[in-house]
T-cell receptor, first 115, second 115 residues
Framework: NAGVMQNPRHLVRRRGQEARLRCSPM?????VYWYRQLPEEGLKFMVY????????ESGMPKERFSAEFPKEGPSILRIQQVVRGDSAAYFC?????????????FGPGTRLTVT | GQQLNQSPQSMFIQEGEDVSMNCTSS?????WLWYKQDPGEGPVLLIA?????ELTSNGRLTAQFGITRKDSFLNISASIPSDVGIYFC???????????????FGQGTILTVHP
């Protein structure tokens, strides 16, 4: 199964620690998107990346959050100095480059719990 | 920013009944997508709609892209127990500007099917 892969599936961090979430897109996909989902809510867009480029980070909090998609390896969403409010499910999606439209396929998510 | 209003918030139906849910937006989208999310999993793409007025089917699912490009509905016919889950609509702007890849999600419709 060459679907979108995310790890870890569950991550527990204490307040002030760093959280690193990884996403490997589907085979042949070079566009990656990160979304955050709070309990009983819809998904909220955070950032859109292509290889080595951030295309749209309009949904990213201004501080403590960063994302990258290097030439080699998975995309990484990094949260520094986590706080309780960062507890959520973080989903990565990928799409294929080329003509519109860009159908996005989601991974299983990383559930972050900040204690 | 753009918002999607999805209704109803939840539905309780008997197996075999038909289901209808819809999404409305304050602004135009160029692509509408419908996803289903099971507990602890990522959203799974059900149907994608690319043109205003388009009606598309996928098995027992039928979705339409509203003429005004500000709404979409999803119908499920002859529901079965495995239809249980949360259904999300999502709109995408498409080409033009850096926000073209971003998906804006509705709040979700929780579907419960009684055998």
């Amino acid at each position: 199964n060459a679907g979108v892969m995310q790890n870890p599936r569950h991550l527990v961090r204490r307040r002030g620690q760093e959280a690193r979430l990884r996403c490997s897109p589907m085979k042949g996909h070079s566009h990656v998107y990160w979304y955050r989902q709070l309990p009983e809510e819809g998904l909220k867009f955070m950032v859109y990346l292509q290889k080595e480029n951030i295309i749209d980070e309009s949904g990213m909090p201004k501080e403590r959050f960063s994302a990258e998609f290097p030439k080699e390896g998975p995309s990484i969403l990094r949260i520094q100095q986590v706080v309780r409010g960062d507890s959520a499910a973080y989903f990565c999606a990928s799409s294929t480059p080329g003509q519109e439209p860009y159908e996005q396929y989601f991974g299983p998510g990383t559930r972050l719990t900040v204690t | 920013g753009q918002q999607l209003n999805q209704s109803p918030q939840s539905m309780f139906i008997q197996e075999g009944e038909d289901v209808s849910m819809n999404c409305t937006s304050s602004s135009i989208f160029n692509t509408w997508l419908w996803y289903k999310q099971d507990p602890g999993e990522g959203p799974v793409l059900l149907i994608a709609l690319y043109k205003a007025g388009e009606l598309t089917s996928n098995g027992r699912l039928t979705a339409q892209f509203g003429i005004t490009r500000k709404d979409s509905f999803l119908n499920i016919s002859a529901s079965i127990p495995s239809d249980v889950g949360i259904y999300f609509c999502a709109g995408q702007l498409g080409a033009g500007g850096t926000s073209y890849g971003k998906l804006t999600f509705g709040q979700g419709t929780i579907l419960t099917v009684h055998p």
